[in-house]
């Protein structure tokens, strides 16, 4: 049986980015965020039972005799066997690296080829391996294993990311499949960390044992399970067709499997994805209210638990279409902030999730790539038409969206209750680079405690489940390796954040983990010539080229390498996260 879903089509849209895109104007922020000062404030009684209305099934995309322009990487796609081939038969050559299209599958397999871009002549190629973990949790086995690949196979180094995982670098082709199914049997994996598809689900890393961060947790975890993918290919690549998966939970696998408004390929071993994937990756986070250490404007999908007067979770606020990569001297592409699309039941939203995925896999741009974000898709249609072609998807209207208190930016450093006896210790990691005696340190205390730590989207650790009884320990270890309270770091670094960039990133155009050092002292510099205190911080962020791997147009002050120690600068951001920022200039760094 076929389905009328498959077509990679954009047809419905013209081609020319000109006419498609809207010209660039900074970040493009939000006008209709109703923001209260109250926690809770609602238009609806909980008890109202969620609009159901005859709704048509899908529009399908328009079908012409001409094929429709594809750009290589879906090609690479359509011919892979589902993320396979030519991957499964180029790891096992004998050259240190891979061909052009296992380049592009190994990213679904979480993993990017790099080679060391500070050494000349030939390359030297290794592998950067990405982990997922909703919600950034990592359960202590898995900790130390990371920690002993890094040592073992990688530059000796972790990178605890924006996104709430671990990035190991270094990785050589003949010890990809050893490190690969290493991380896999001692519960970790690192399939859809890269590629078209859903990415790592943020959500609050605290381990707060309230209701509301619990629910969090819990959706963050069934929504980055309804998106893994489901043909095997990860497994057939790196453990030779074992299935190591957990056990789903029955509502994750009746919302994958419900058709009913025509969001699945009912025959195809990828149910919500199908042969292409989607158009480019995707990310979500969930929130609760007033807690944005996730960013939540930045995500394509931004999910926030809505709750009654006693605390009870009943619903979500949903945002779609953010997204931070545009491309310089492109004025089509541009960053671009979440809009409000709705509040659906709490019951529906793995339903709603999978409406608005299947809007991007079948509507989002499949030709050029530097368009292929929902966000375009956004801008161009309008979210009211985005909104009712993703009820088609959804099978109901959403309901209005529900006024939420302010943002907060919350970083969950220092020392605070679990809320179940217990404590947790934020510790701040600068850019989230754990290495030398730090590293040690870190296994020492996390594996004599037995810790579980959580991955903050802040590149930052929390250590969690500790007894009262062990923090002062704690305390003078951590410190005696430069691990410190909050209040003896300075506020510019416990807010800063870069990228990697160079020596690894391919993309990187100019400095941006190895370049943050020296920039923050001269902040702090100028801010002592001009007599800001101290405590007058502001939020930087840099990366190393437009792709804005660390958010940097979210933050106060935005670096964003243009060329050979040069930066454009970004300005304008709030220390929440909630406002466009505008491009200012550029600035030459001193070349330090
Ligand atoms: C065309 C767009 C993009 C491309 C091709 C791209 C590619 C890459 C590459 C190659 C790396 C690995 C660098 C390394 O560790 O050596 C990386 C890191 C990363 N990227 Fe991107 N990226 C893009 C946009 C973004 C955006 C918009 C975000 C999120 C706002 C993002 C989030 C991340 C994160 C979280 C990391 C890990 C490094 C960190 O901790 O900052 N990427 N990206
Ligand atoms: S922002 Fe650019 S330089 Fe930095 S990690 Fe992302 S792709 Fe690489």
Known sequence: MTTSFGSATSTVIPNDPKIRMQSFTGLKSLHSIALARNHRVFTLPFSAPSVIRAVS????????????????????????????????????????????????????????????RDERGTRSYSFMLRTKNPGGKVPNQLYLTMDDLADQFGIGTLRLTTRQTFQLHGVLKKNLKTVMSTIIKNMGSTLGACGDLNR??????????????????????????????????????????ERIMTSEPPEVVKARNDNSHKTNFPDSPEPIYGAQFLPRKFKIAVTVPTDNSVDILTNDIGVVVVSDDNGEPRGFN??????????????????????????????????AIKAIVATQRDHGRRDDRRYSRMKYLISSWGIE????????????????????????????????????????????????????????????????????????????????????????????VLAQAGLLHPKFVDPLNLTAMACPAFPLCPLA?????????????????????????????????ITGCPNGCARPYMAELGLVGDGPNSYQIWLGGTPNQTISKKFYGQSQSSGS
């Open 385 to 476: 038409k985005f909104k009712t072609v993703v009820e088609q998807y959804y099978g109901k209207k959403f309901e209005p969206f529900r006024e939420l208190p302010e943002w907060e930016f919350k970083s969950y450093l220092g020392w605070h209750e679990q809320g179940d006896g217990s404590l947790f210790c934020g510790l701040h990691v600068d850019n989230g680079r754990v290495g030398g005696k730090m590293k040690k340190t870190l296994r020492e205390v996390i594996e004599k405690y037995n810790l579980n730590v959580r991955i903050t989207p802040n590149q930052n650790i929390i250590l969690c489940d500790i007894r009262s009884a062990w923090r002062r320990p704690i305390t003078t």
């Open 318 to 351: 949903i945002y779609v279409g953010g997204g931070m990569g545009r491309t310089h001297r492109m004025e089509a592409t541009f960053p671009r902030l979440g809009e409000p699309l709705g509040y659906v039941p709490k019951e529906d939203i793995l339903y």
């Open 57 to 116: 099934t899908p529009v399908k995309p328009e079908t012409s005799t001409t094929e429709p322009k594809r750009s290589k990487v879906e090609i690479f796609k359509e011919q892979s066997n589902f993320i396979r081939y030519p991957l499964n038969e180029e790891i096992l050559t004998d050259t240190p690296n891979i061909n052009e299209a296992a380049t592009q599958l190994i990213k679904f397999h979480g993993s990017y080829q790099q080679y060391n």
């Open 200 to 241: 790592n689900v943020l959500a609050p890393a605290a381990p707060l044992m309230t209701k509301e961060c619990l629910f969090a947790q819990e959706t963050a975890d069934n929504i980055a399970a309804l998106l893994t993918p489901q043909s095997g290919f990860y497994y057939d690549v790196w453990v030779d067709g």
């Open 509 to 541: 155009i100019t400095e941006a983990e190895r370049g943050i050092p020296d920039i923050l002292k001269r902040v702090r510099s100028v801010f002592e010539k001009v007599g800001l205190k101290y405590n007058d911080s502001v939020v930087i962020r």
